[in-house]
């Protein structure tokens, strides 16, 4: 099966910017997608082909995809980005979803 | 706008059977594919199900194969999740989303705000 690897926490001051990766086998031949799920809600998809904002998602969420690690960037970190993020990929050869182990996005 | 509500979660005991259901609303739901994404509480996200949005294609996670069944009725603009024989480590809160299917891409765009399911004696 496939696995992709996040890392369990990330911890940034406001205003600054936040990295978070998403290993997979060579994941750039995939479509990388994030969601974020603050505490007691639903997931919401913030990033979708690897790049993309869907309409209302500040700016400040950027994707990217090389070689075997996808990166999630939170530019000008604020309070309310604080949750969990996880990246998802469609794994074609056994037609299922695949979603990351999950990043916790701590505010200092 | 979208939304998706679901209902029927509850305790059940171990071997027990429980059906989830997902009413839709805002917009087309027979052009849509569904599926059903499980967390266990203080755990992360995992697939579970999808069904195509005229019920010709299924797909099961391999934990829950042979144990739930996915189904759709386009009329009424809802999904639901029949589920058998279940175990504790099926204790989990169940969202219902909205697949999209695009250019090669497969994601979900639009989320319930999820059934809690709790498997114990």
């Known amino acids: 099966s496939y696995v992709l690897t996040q890392p369990p926490s990330v911890s940034v001051a406001p205003g600054q910017a936040a990295s978070i990766t998403c290993g997979g086998n060579n994941i750039r031949s995939k479509s990388v997608h994030w969601y974020q799920q603050r505490p007691g809600q639903a997931p919401v998809l913030v990033v979708y082909d690897d790049t993309d904002r869907p309409s209302g998602i500040p700016e400040r969420f950027s994707g990217s995809n090389s070689g075997n690690t996808a990166t999630l960037t939170i530019s000008r970190v604020e309070a309310g980005d604080e949750a969990d993020y996880y990246c998802q990929v469609w794994h074609s050869t056994t037609d299922h979803y695949v979603f990351g182990t999950g990043t916790r996005v701590t505010v200092l | 706008e979208v939304q998706l509500v679901e209902s029927g979660g509850g305790l059940v005991q171990p071997g027990g059977s429980l059906r989830l259901s997902c009413a839709a609303s805002g917009f087309t739901f027979d052009n849509y594919a569904m599926h059903w994404v499980r967390q266990a509480p203080g755990k992360g996200l995992e697939w579970v199900s999808g069904?195509?949005?005229?019920?010709?294609?299924?797909a099961y996670a391999d934990s829950v194969r042979g144990r739930f069944t996915i189904s759709r009725d386009n009329a009424k603009n809802s999904l639901y999740l029949q589920m058998n024989s279940l175990r504790p480590e099926d204790t989990a809160f169940y969202y219902c989303?909205?697949?999209?299917?695009?250019?090669?891409?497969?994601?979900?765009?639009?989320w319930g705000q999820g059934a809690l399911v709790t498997v114990s004696s």
């Open positions: 069904i195509s949005w005229n019920s010709g294609s299924i």
């Open positions: 989303a909205k697949h999209i299917h695009r250019l090669g891409q497969y994601y979900f765009d639009s």
